[in-house]
């Protein structure tokens, strides 16, 4: 089985997404790769001890794919594993390290939060740094955050049009908060001209993309600007989203 594969099947095993794309599918060293296969195999069988400890020696051995698996047990603690947000942080950094894009935006939250369990203080130029490596992964939210970033001039010099710049971005790879922000920010008229039917459209879209959590979020802001729109300016609003689908189809 290919690492790709190997990788894809364990991740749905566990229930964890999994990025195929960045440095996490080169080819690890067959030490590495054996370990981590007798830590699938162990986990298989049920015993969580012994895959940890696999997976350990194989991310040690530069397992890309070992450390970003154990970075999501031990942030999610799912799998059989206890949660130990330290632990984490170290694997999400060796696994953003070795070019796996969503470990760098799992770091950059880290960072943009701080973490007072590992004794981490927020540190907006790190958390810039991570997400600008998910961004050029054209990751859409790794785009998002950036983009709020630069928007509230957070690590870098505040700069709307620059951060406009990447949730446009974010939003044609169809993340939710992003196109609920670009509707927030046409109603609101922040560093754009004002437009309820521009900004209705993009919260149209964003609850068609959300996650359940997303969309209730999509409804509050439904729920704060509904008196503003006038007749009409809903049907125009769906037409406008149609066309933004059409348009953004192959994004």
Known sequence: MTVR?????????????????GGVLADPLPEAQAAFDRGVAAHRAGDVDAALAEWAAAAEG????????LGN??????????????????????AARGGQPEAAVRLGLIYLE????????RNYVEALKSFEVGALARRGDAQYHLGMMHRAGLGVPLDRTEGLRWLIL?????YAPALA?????????????ADRV??????????????????????????????RMKTGERERALEMADAWMAANSGS
């Not at 701080?114 to 203080?121: A, H, P, Q, R, T």
């Not at 974010?170 to 169809?174: F, I, L, N, P, Y």
């Not at 922000?181 to 001209?193: K, Q, S, W």
């Not at 900004?199 to 008196?227: C, I, K």
Request: hydrophobic content about 35%; cysteine-free.
């Open 73 to 94: 047990l031990y942030d999610k603690g799912v799998g059989g594993v206890t949660r130990h947000p330290g632990k984490a942080y170290e694997y999400y950094l060796q």
């Open 170 to 174: 974010s939003s044609k790879k169809r």
């Open 181 to 193: 922000e670009l509707g927030r920010i046409y109603f609101e008229g922040e560093g754009v001209a």
């Open 114 to 121: 701080g973490n007072e369990d590992i004794g981490l203080k």
């Open 62 to 69: 530069g397992h890309t794919g070992a450390a970003w698996v």
């Open 198 to 227: 521009e900004g209705w459209s993009y919260l149209m879209l964003a609850n068609r993309f959300g996650t359940p959590e997303e969309r209730r979020a999509v409804d509050e802001l439904f729920a704060q600007y509904e008196n």
């Open 5 to 21: 594969r190997s990788l894809a099947s364990l991740a749905a095993m566990l229930g964890l997404t999994f990025t195929l794309t």
